[in-house]
């Protein structure tokens, strides 16, 4: 095994998991090659195979230092791989949709500990999407094209994405745009307090086009589960950014114009408590975004699993919950307004 694989655990752990799950599918959606090696991006895809059915897509290690959005996915892998052995309910469930994993998007900027993949392009800022507002000088964290030497670069050309993103960008297109109702939880870890669940748009600081619809799904979220430890808020609350995926996914799904819903949400984890508890994590890159110790490790891959089984049953009960009159939807946008965007927003 060469030096870089062997960095990486989480590619190993992945495709020894995947002859667990005979009866569904799996793919090798890209190769990412970096000097003489080849890494590959995995999907992993349970339950029915109709395109057309409600489905869940999550995914990981979009930026290689939070290996912690990984390794929850792959703890989650191995939870449903038990309950497809014997759970009579999640078999059902799914007869009635699919659920999609491509737990790690990134393998090579994992192994390498970047943020950025393997040439330095941070994927989340590779899209063709730009923010409503430009940037300021002093403003690079919302994407630049000065240099990949510096972080959250977006590439050199406008319009040319990544392997990494547009491979994303196209299963995505591929597997959720026929979908009656999808969501995508693509899980991430940062310094802010609290986990957050963002939905789009990262661009723009107006309500995107599913507002309405994100917010029925958290109060849902608030009704079924009442102590959830969740901060749901639109991405824009912090800074708008340039190259977002998700709201270049989200725009071309309603270009594609079928009147079906997508809601791509992103699932911040707090690295905060991980290091502010064993500040010794501050000395290394990896430990601002990631738990070093064994049991935060294992409290932050079971932590999740009620929200993912959560919207698991909401994706399947759609038709139930989802905002169908214009009345109704008009009346959870200025809700939404009131809660998200009150006027004067930066
Ligand atoms: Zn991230």
């Given at each position: 095994m060469s030096n870089l694989r062997a960095r990486l655990s989480e590619l190993t752990t992945l495709e020894a998991m995947l002859p667990d799950f005979p009866g569904h599918a799996h793919r090798v959606l890209a190769r990412v090659q970096h000097g003489s090696e080849v890494f590959p991006i995995h999907a992993i895809e349970l339950g029915a195979q109709d395109r057309r059915l409600p489905t869940l897509a999550f995914v990981g290690g979009v930026h290689g230092l939070e290996r912690i959005g990984t390794q929850v996915l792959l703890?989650?892998?191995?939870?449903l791989k038990s309950a497809l052995g014997w759970d009579e309910a999640l078999n059902h469930l799914l007869t009635r949709m699919r659920l999609l994993f491509v737990p790690?998007?990134?393998?090579?900027?994992?192994?390498?500990?970047?943020?950025?993949n393997g040439r330095g392009v941070d994927l989340m800022r590779n899209s063709p999407s730009n923010a409503d507002r430009g940037s300021r000088w002093?403003?690079?964290?919302?994407?630049?094209r000065l240099s990949p030497y510096l972080p959250w670069y977006r590439g050199q050309t406008e319009g040319e994405m990544e392997l990494e993103a547009h491979t994303l960008c196209r299963y995505v297109e591929e597997q959720l745009f026929d979908s009656e109702f999808a969501i995508s939880v693509d899980v991430h870890s940062g310094f802010l307090p609290g986990d957050r669940i963002w939905f789009p748009y990262a661009r723009s600081d107006r309500p995107f086009g599913r507002t309405p619809e994100v917010l029925a799904l958290s109060q849902l979220l608030e009704q079924t589960h009442e102590h959830h430890v969740y901060t749901i808020e639109p991405q824009c609350i912090n800074y708008t950014t340039h190259g977002d995926?998700?709201?270049h996914v989200f725009d071309r799904h309603e270009i594609h114009g079928s009147g079906k819903v997508l809601l791509p949400l992103t699932l911040e984890l707090s690295s905060r408590a991980w290091y502010?508890?064993?500040?010794?994590?501050?000395a290394s890159r990896i430990g601002l975004f990631h738990p070093v110790k064994p049991h935060r490790l294992a409290r932050a891959q079971r932590r999740h699993k009620t929200l993912f089984d959560f919207l698991m049953r909401c994706v399947l009960s759609h038709r139930r919950w989802l905002p169908t009159s214009p009345?109704?939807?008009?009346?959870?946008?200025?809700?939404?307004e009131e809660r998200w965007f009150t006027p004067g927003d930066p």
């Open positions: 703890s989650y892998l191995r939870t790690l998007l990134n393998p090579v900027g994992m192994a390498l500990g970047l943020r950025s002093f403003e690079l964290h919302r994407g630049q995926l998700w709201d502010t508890k064993n500040p010794r994590q501050l009345a109704h939807r008009a009346a959870l946008l200025a809700q939404a």
